[in-house]
């Protein structure tokens, strides 16, 4: 591991966003790395969707839960072969509940969080996500991202625009951010995954890039 003078902490990069360095543990990001290998290729397997104007992304992404194609959900692969969409396991809106009570320091409010959309995206090393916000969504309750492999540059802006001001954070391999309250419309952005110099991703059975998996409360009726 590269040597650090001073240890990354815990730090609020605005209103309701937190960073939590280092969360998740080794063996945690190993299993993690397990899981999205299986996702990737259930069914007819991980995909870069198309936008609206015919461009396609450069990230690709799997879902859970609730299937994403720019910009709405369905509970059908509606832009492959419209098979329905895996279930979201008990485990990992699980593990969304204990990151909510850990980055807002509030056990009540991890219990009341209840996910029920995962997209699992992975970035080779020139892949990259302009600035956005997640309002497809219609419920309120914060984003939660595990970030895993390879570090990135991640952006974050402000509700109103996607120009500044915003915050840049390098985030690593077992990170945690949880982004609601007044953050939770910010717009958001990754310019740039960076060199894996000390060799995270292949630590935890990554082949290469970096996956990163957020977790939504979507409001939609069942």
Same mark, same amino acid.
């Given at each position: 591991?590269?040597?650090?003078?001073?240890?990354?902490?815990?730090?609020?990069?605005? /209103?309701?966003?937190? *960073?939590?360095?280092?969360?998740? @543990?080794?063996?945690?990001?190993? &299993?993690?790395?397990?899981?999205?290998?299986?996702?990737?290729?259930?069914? !007819?397997?991980?995909?870069?969707?198309?936008? !609206? #104007?015919?461009?396609?992304?450069?990230?690709?992404?799997?879902?859970?839960?609730?299937?994403?194609?720019?910009?709405?959900?369905?509970?059908?692969?509606?832009?492959?072969?419209? &098979?329905?969409?895996?279930?979201?396991?008990?485990?990992?809106?699980? =593990?969304?509940?204990?990151?909510?009570?850990?980055?807002? +320091?509030?056990?009540? =409010?991890?219990?009341?969080?209840?996910?029920?959309?995962? =997209?699992? #995206? *992975?970035?080779? %090393?020139?892949?990259?996500?302009?600035? *956005?916000? +997640?309002?497809?969504?219609?419920?309120? +309750? /914060?984003?939660?991202?595990? &970030?895993?492999?390879? !570090?990135? =540059?991640?952006?974050?802006? #402000?509700?109103?625009?996607? @120009?500044?001001?915003? %915050?840049?954070?390098e985030l690593?391999?077992?990170?945690?951010?949880?982004f609601g309250?007044?953050?939770?419309?910010?717009?958001?952005?990754? !310019?740039?995954?960076?060199?894996?110099?000390?060799?995270?991703? $292949?630590?935890?059975?990554? %082949?290469? @890039?970096?996956? #990163?998996?957020?977790?939504?409360?979507?409001g939609f %009726? $069942?």
């Amino acid at each position: 591991m590269t040597f650090e003078l001073l240890p990354r902490e815990r730090r609020e990069l605005a /209103p309701g966003a937190v *960073h939590v360095p280092d969360w998740l @543990g080794r063996d945690r990001q190993r &299993s993690l790395v397990d899981a999205c290998r299986r996702w990737a290729v259930e069914g !007819p397997g991980i995909r870069a969707a198309t936008l !609206p #104007n015919g461009a396609r992304m450069s990230v690709q992404t799997v879902c859970l839960g609730w299937h994403w194609v720019p910009y709405r959900y369905s509970r059908t692969r509606d832009d492959q072969d419209g &098979s329905s969409v895996a279930e979201l396991p008990t485990w990992l809106a699980d =593990l969304g509940r204990e990151a909510v009570a850990t980055a807002y +320091d509030d056990p009540a =409010l991890g219990r009341g969080y209840a996910p029920d959309i995962a =997209l699992v #995206n *992975h970035y080779t %090393a020139d892949a990259k996500l302009g600035m *956005h916000r +997640d309002s497809d969504e219609r419920a309120p +309750d /914060p984003v939660v991202s595990f &970030s895993l492999g390879a !570090p990135c =540059l991640f952006r974050l802006g #402000n509700p109103h625009s996607r @120009g500044r001001p915003w %915050a840049d954070v390098e985030l690593r391999s077992g990170d945690l951010l949880v982004f609601g309250d007044e953050s939770r419309l910010a717009y958001h952005g990754v !310019p740039s995954v960076l060199a894996d110099d000390d060799g995270d991703a $292949a630590a935890i059975g990554l %082949a290469e @890039g970096r996956l #990163n998996i957020t977790l939504r409360v979507s409001g939609f %009726a $069942a």
